[in-house]
């Protein structure tokens, strides 16, 4: 070795995109892998590398015992041996002796190899891992690249994902080379590489794409509370404001619905009902029933559901087509919703009103 090996060194660190110390451990490790297997594990010994000369070595620790009390050579030096390398050893002191045998280059070459491919690729899967779990439940952007009966897969820059159908907004339809935004649900390590989970479906995409788009949610000012959707169809997202002196909902459309337009394209055909949180949870469930006019909320004492009485012609607008506003509503509050006219109230013998 030479140190042309350092060179090589820092060639493959900047290919792996790693620091020159992590692919020196793992040729280290290769190598005293390649070292067991030849002489055996009986040694206690270590690599080390010089790097001014550019060579890795093997050295054999062993403990300084009296020179009569040698029990075994391979991990014992006697202290007359010891103090012919250096006068200053002592009883339990440890001596480094460099035992690297002459053909050892021929035989690291051969028996490291693989150890060390799969060391390089732990360092792979590694600065994979750690590049993607800081973007998880963030949106990423990629590159549709193919797509076929699994879903679409994208590329990330420097790995691919799968978008899988079910992960898909009903009705949007990708091609080869399309820019796609991607919600990160989730990153795990196996075995054989870096998985990354992502969705379009997911309620936080739509949190993400706020967050992205609204600069006083990205500030802290505004804060999404909380984020209920049928994708494809509906979404309703409440919101709150820090700063009196500012509007939620306002801030959130924007000047000429610019901001939530930006938002909507996103979206394709999906509606977003902006929601203003309260505290209180009567006021956040008429908000979050609007645009219909509530008369009353009953709220049982476990706070599992709610009774909403509204006038019989606000019942549809409450309720929404095929039940969706009532649905998304109940979602956003996480409480069981229950839609009642006076009229219905006083004709009920049982009234679930009493009930809560």
Not at 16 to 38: G, H, M, Q, S
Not at 224 to 250: H, L, N, W, Y
Request: glycine fraction near 6%; include cysteine.
């Amino acid at each position: 070795m030479s140190l042309s090996l350092l060179n090589a060194i820092r060639m493959i660190a900047r290919k792996k995109n790693t620091d020159e110390e992590k692919v020196i451990k793992a040729l280290k490790f290769a190598l005293l892998i390649a070292y067991r297997r030849e002489y055996g594990t009986t040694q206690n010994i270590e690599v080390v590398l010089d790097k001014t000369k550019g060579n890795f070595e093997i050295v054999a620790k062993k403990t300084v015992v009296e020179s009569n009390n040698v029990q075994n050579n391979q991990l014992e030096i006697g202290l007359d041996e010891a103090k012919k390398i250096d006068e200053n050893y002592q009883v339990g002191d440890v001596v480094e002796i460099i035992i690297t045998p002459e053909n050892f280059g021929r035989i690291a070459a051969q028996a490291a190899k693989q150890v060390t491919i799969q060391k390089f690729l732990d360092i792979e899967r590694e600065n994979d891992y750690n590049e993607y779990i800081d973007k998880k439940d963030q949106i990423v952007v990629g590159v549709v690249k193919r797509i076929n009966e699994n879903g679409v897969i994208v590329n990330l820059g420097g790995l691919e994902t799968v978008l899988p159908t079910r992960e898909q907004i009903p009705g949007e339809i990708f091609e080869v080379n399309d820019k796609v935004k991607l919600y990160v649900s989730d990153v795990k390590k196996y075995s054989n590489g870096v998985k990354i989970f992502v969705s379009r479906t997911n309620p936080n995409f739509v949190r993400c794409l706020f967050e992205r788009e609204i600069p006083e949610i990205t500030n802290g000012i505004i804060e999404v509370k909380r984020v209920s959707r049928e994708p494809g169809k509906r979404s309703k997202v409440a919101v709150f404001s820090q700063d009196g002196s500012i509007e939620a909902i306002g801030a959130c459309i924007g000047e000429c619905n610019s901001r939530i337009n930006v938002i909507l394209l996103e979206l394709g055909d999906e509606k977003i009902d902006l929601v203003l949180w309260h505290e209180n949870k009567k006021d956040y469930i008429k908000s979050a029933l609007s645009p219909a006019e509530i008369i009353d909320v009953k709220i049982n004492e476990s706070e599992t559901e709610a009774l909403v009485i509204v006038d019989k012609e606000q019942v549809s607008l409450a309720i929404g087509k095929n039940g969706q506003n009532i649905k998304l509503a109940a979602k956003l509050i996480g409480m069981r919703l229950d839609v009642k006219t006076p009229e219905q109230l006083e004709n009920m013998s049982d009234c679930e009103g009493d009930k809560i």
